[in-house]
């Protein structure tokens, strides 16, 4: 079968009438006047790599590459042809989407050779929801007769290779390269791979959803995880209780309806990527819920816009179910219903965090309840009553998908909280539903490691979110106040994501290594809350940061251990592929979105892409490799005050002058 195709090489930069060398040692190239060498700095590094795959172009590195042939091949992928005839038809529908939606039109096909493509896949009918086996090889052989050769149990394991290959193609003057032999054998070290983005507190348009989802897919990310509703607004448009979002969104174009969702997903799935929704409660629930007492429901929420809010929230507008209140239950059914008939991953996000007992204190309807129960109004009677509110709405979640209440069936996720702390995660343990423990807390703090531990002894599977490197939203300016910055600084910058090995982590903190971390450690997701986010600074808020998280859960280099070299796993030696995917990424048009192109902050002047290695202090480097040394936390150490010194000694010696 002939396939029309559009190629996602390397694009070209234009630069001055520099030529590039290659330091085969270094693998570095060095730009010269001489003539000599490649013409491109993108050519030089495409052709500047060893035998045993290392490089300073891949993103995410594959786990293992061997070039056995670095001459390189023209070639024309615009058309190819593969062994559709030996797959279902359903199958090549969804090859053919996802080959499109990876590889760009910008080459000339005149003259160049046609080739053959082989698929091996063992599950032609493995959905991305079923969290398949992600594993693949690839096989590229100029003198073969398939001179690509996929093998791989699915779909997914096939798109990944595809995302590789596009990565493995040099466009040069209009004429597509790869090498004439290589076998890439990869997998990733982790299933779950994401970003949550919340669309509540500021409206995200579909096309930058779009864009992130590409963006994500691009460095093998898998999960979009939407936190799609908080108090601030509800967005969703929901068909069968359409007041939610009539009351509760912005505005009437600030909203996402079914067919809008639909085509977000779809696309999604082009690009590797799940969509997991969250309906966060009982707290974080305000504004879209206040239609109760006009249809004489009552109060589904209470505390709604409180002041003084610290008193009763975390963050402005308060907003908290009206858990006593029966109605609220069939409204939420409702809302589930609607949610997993749009969105349809097996997989749901409950919510579930920062839950305040003095909310609910505000309803005297809801202490009179507690009094009638004989619950104390403390975190104890408290805890209480939000289990009853657990129960109750994972009854209405498990009826929404048509499923048996009586039957642990199903798997939920919610977010970390005094719920998951002590003796309360017993509350969690007694539901029908398996939950997904998905921590936020800081790493850093010595209560927060011991409720981790405490989570895992509990048999509970986890995704870490740690704040004090994963939360893209902190490090800025505060919002509730007139000086300072906001509560989770400081900047998380991507060195300190790329250098945090979780299993280092778990392995030397909560004993746990191997197999058994690897039943319990899913994977991780960055977060952006959107309080100071919006449609013009969500992209460079998000990239590069969260791509130094792919690396991190495909690859999985080496962690602290690697820091005092330039060794594969150092963050130093990331740095240079880091800097090139990003402007490599920037250049790429996004299929089915006209005129828009992923985007990403500036890590550093053009002239550091073009001298790697020699932008560094050396003496801060120093004085962060002690500290590596003494830090027993294999996580992302914070630079100490001689550190800022060496790094603010040019500022000071150029004023002084």
């Known amino acids: 079968m002939a396939v029309s195709l559009l190629l996602l090489g390397l694009v070209t930069i234009a630069t001055a009438d520099f030529t590039w060398s290659c330091d085969k040692d270094t693998l570095r190239c060095t730009r010269n006047t001489s003539g000599e060498g490649e013409a491109t700095l993108e050519a030089c590094r495409f052709t500047c790599v060893k035998a045993t795959g290392e490089n300073r172009f891949m993103w995410p590195q594959p786990r293992k590459m061997e070039i056995l042939n670095a001459d390189l091949q023209t070639f024309d992928p615009r058309g190819f042809t593969y062994n559709s005839d030996d797959l279902k038809a359903t199958f090549t529908a969804q090859f053919n989407e996802i080959v499109q939606a990876i590889i760009l039109d910008d080459f000339r096909r005149d003259g160049q050779k046609n080739f053959t493509m082989k698929l091996d896949v063992a599950n032609e009918e493995k959905s991305i929801d079923d969290s398949p086996d992600e594993s693949y090889v690839l096989t590229i052989d100029a003198s073969a007769t398939d001179m690509v050769t996929i093998k791989a149990d699915n779909i997914w394991g096939i798109r990944h290779a595809v995302q590789t290959f596009s990565q493995l193609i040099l466009l040069e003057d209009k004429t597509a390269k790869t090498y004439s032999k290589v076998i890439v054998t990869d997998s990733p070290a982790y299933p779950w791979r994401g970003l949550v983005v919340d669309t509540s507190r500021n409206y995200i348009n579909p096309d930058n959803l779009k864009i992130i989802i590409h963006s994500l897919g691009a460095a093998k990310m898998n999960i979009f ?7 601030n607004s509800f967005p969703f448009k929901s068909k069968t209780l359409p007041k939610m979002s009539e009351f509760g969104a912005y505005n009437n174009d600030m909203v996402y309806d079914a067919n809008t969702i639909d085509d977000i997903i779809k696309f999604a799935k082009t690009k590797g990527v799940r969509v997991i929704v969250e309906l966060d409660a009982p707290a974080h629930s305000g504004y ?12 589904l929420v209470v505390c709604l816009n409180a002041m003084p809010w610290e008193k009763y929230c975390y963050q402005p507008p308060c907003g908290q179910m009206n858990v006593i209140n029966d109605n609220l239950y069939d409204v939420l059914e409702n809302i589930y219903t609607d949610l997993v008939k749009v969105f349809k991953d097996e997989v749901f996000h ?3 965090d920062e ?7 505000t309803s005297s309807e809801i202490r009179e309840y507690m009094d009638a129960k004989g619950w104390s109004k403390d975190e104890e009677g408290y805890m209480k009553l939000w289990y009853e509110y657990q129960t109750k709405a994972a009854k209405a ?6 499923l048996d209440n009586s039957l642990k069936q199903h798997k939920a996720i919610v977010w970390s909280s005094s719920m998951t702390k002590g003796e309360n995660i017993k509350y969690l343990n007694q539901s029908n539903i398996d939950y997904i ?3 936020w807390g800081n790493l850093s703090d010595p209560l927060e490691q011991e409720h981790l531990r405490n989570i895992v002894k509990s048999g509970k599977q986890v995704i870490m979110s740690n704040f004090d490197d994963l939360y893209l939203d902190c490090g800025f300016a505060s919002w509730v106040k007139g000086k300072g910055h906001n509560w989770c600084a400081p900047f998380k910058p991507w060195q300190g994501i790329y250098r945090r090995n979780y299993d280092e982590w778990f392995e030397t903190n909560a004993n746990l290594s191997g197999d058994a971390l690897k039943e319990v450690l899913l994977g991780a997701e960055a977060a952006i809350w959107t309080e100071q986010a919006g449609n013009d600074n969500i992209l460079t808020r998000i990239f590069p940061r969260t ?7 495909w690859t999985n280099p080496l962690g602290i251990k690697a820091e005092n070299s330039t060794e594969q796993g150092s963050w130093r030696e990331a740095e240079e592929r880091l800097l090139y995917f990003t402007e490599q990424i920037k250049e790429r048009k996004i299929e089915g979105l006209s005129n828009q192109f992923p985007k990403s902050d500036v890590m550093k002047p053009r002239w550091c892409f073009e001298f790697p290695g020699n932008c560094f202090v050396e003496e801060a480097q120093k004085e962060e490799e002690k500290e590596d040394d003494d830090d027993g936390d294999s996580g992302a150490g914070r630079p100490g005050c001689v550190t800022w010194f060496w790094l603010l000694l040019p500022m000071i010696i150029e004023r002084a002058l």
């Open 547 to 553: 791509w130094a998280l792919a690396e991190r859960l």
């Open 225 to 231: 995880h939407w936190h799609i509703t908080d108090t």
């Open 397 to 402: 979640y498990l009826k929404a998908r048509g």
């Open 288 to 299: 879209g819920y206040d239609w109760g007492p006009d249809e004489k429901l009552g109060d």
């Open 350 to 352: 409950m919510g579930g």
């Open 355 to 361: 839950v305040k007992g003095a909310c609910w204190n």
């Open 437 to 439: 423990i998905q921590f």
